[in-house]
């Protein structure tokens, strides 16, 4: 079965520090998406950084980051210079290339500190 | 602006009756989703359906119905049948296969169901 899991439920850090979600997944695909996903308390989803698994380098989005190792299937998230607006619940998914299922963890609350 | 609009956000509901949630969206996505989402489950999908007049069962489709009869539209019927309804629902879309099709899903803002 293909599974994403998200070992951490809550994490907390200061703001203007740095923190990083982990995410590691299961599939025997050689061919597939990676996302996280952001769900403020607002609840509206929004796509936070993507990255393919053909690509070695790892995806950026301004203050986001990826460490995208695909031998050890692990997918995780660097958010830099932590602001008040990145509280939020953070989701990791994947789906395989050419299918439309999508597999998600079962999310990381962040809080973000003053 | 294009988006996926669920109405409505909030609705009430007695056991025994079913209801409807509504998903349009308008940015011409062919594939559309709805999920579940349960504290500390994260997300499970209930139905999807790739183009118009065909859907396919999610991992949690038991107690739910749904249709697409146009494009744009992929309500959700939460039946008498669900034991569990109370939650909060979520519908995406995205574009279909091809190169143009960056996997990314777009989500609508959710609609909460609450059983009485």
């Known amino acids: 079965a293909q599974t994403v899991t998200q070992s951490q439920p809550e994490m907390s850090v200061q703001e203007a520090e740095t923190v990083t979600l982990s995410c590691t997944y299961d599939t025997s695909e050689s061919n597939y998406y990676l996302f996280w996903y952001k769900q403020p308390p607002s609840r509206q989803m929004i796509l936070v950084i993507r990255?393919?698994?053909?690509?070695?380098q790892n995806a950026t989005e301004n203050r986001f980051s990826v460490n995208f190792q695909k031998a050890a299937k692990s997918f995780s998230l660097k958010i830099s210079d932590s602001q008040l607006g990145d509280t939020a619940m953070y989701f990791c998914a994947f789906i395989p290339g050419g299918t439309y299922k999508y597999i998600f963890g079962t999310g990381t609350r962040l809080k973000v500190l003053a | 602006d294009g988006g996926i609009t669920q109405s409505p956000k909030y609705l009430f509901r007695k056991e025994g009756q079913n209801v409807t949630l509504s998903c349009e969206q308008n940015?011409?996505?062919?594939?559309m989703y709805w999920y579940r989402q349960d504290p500390g489950q994260g997300l499970r999908l209930i139905y999807y359906s790739q183009i118009v007049n065909d859907f396919q069962k999610g991992d949690i489709a038991e107690g739910y119905s749904v249709s697409r009869e146009k494009k744009e539209s992929f309500p959700l019927t939460v039946t008498s049948a669900q034991k569990n309804p109370t939650a909060f629902y979520l519908c995406?879309?995205?574009?279909?296969?091809?190169?143009?099709?960056?996997?990314?899903?777009?989500f609508g803002e959710g609609s909460r169901l609450t059983v009485l």
């Open positions: 940015l011409n996505h062919d594939a």
């Open positions: 995406a879309s995205r574009l279909g296969s091809g190169t143009a099709n960056t996997g990314e899903l777009f």
């Open positions: 990255q393919e698994a053909y690509k070695q």
